[in-house]
């Protein structure tokens, strides 16, 4: 069974750091690009970091750049995005996504995904 889940979300305050996990199960996982989007209450799934399956590339949103870090570890089938300097508007709940090799920054093109990792962060 295909599976993807998220773990480490949380509430926290205004410059905290979080990290979010995503274990992924059932699936050659080193051959998949893993994204990571998100979705704040009345607002579209909007894209936040992706990582290539081969390459290892990885791609920001502006509005994470410098802030983020997506990585992965194929040793244990999990990707992480490390979040730093968090800021009320990253508020939102945090998605895993897989699709097989290259990075996508659409969500229609992506059809693995996990439930979601809430995260709140408070002024």
């Known amino acids: 069974q295909v599976q993807l889940v998220e773990s480490g979300g949380g509430m926290v305050q205004a410059g905290d750091s979080l990290r979010l996990s995503c274990a992924a199960s059932?699936?050659?996982?080193?051959?998949?690009?893993v994204a990571w989007f998100r979705q704040a209450p009345g607002k579209e799934r909007e894209f936040v970091a992706a990582?290539?399956?081969?390459?290892?590339?990885?791609d920001y949103a502006d509005s994470v750049k410098g802030r983020f870090t997506i990585s992965r570890d194929n040793a244990k089938n999990t990707a992480y995005l490390q979040m730093n300097i968090l800021t009320p508007e990253d508020t939102a709940v945090y998605y895993c996504a897989a699709r097989p090799l290259t990075v996508i920054f659409s969500p229609d093109e992506y059809d693995l995904w996990g439930r979601g990792t809430q995260v709140t962060v408070s002024s």
């Open positions: 059932g699936l050659p996982f080193s051959r998949y690009a």
């Open positions: 990582r290539s399956g081969i390459s290892g590339n990885a």
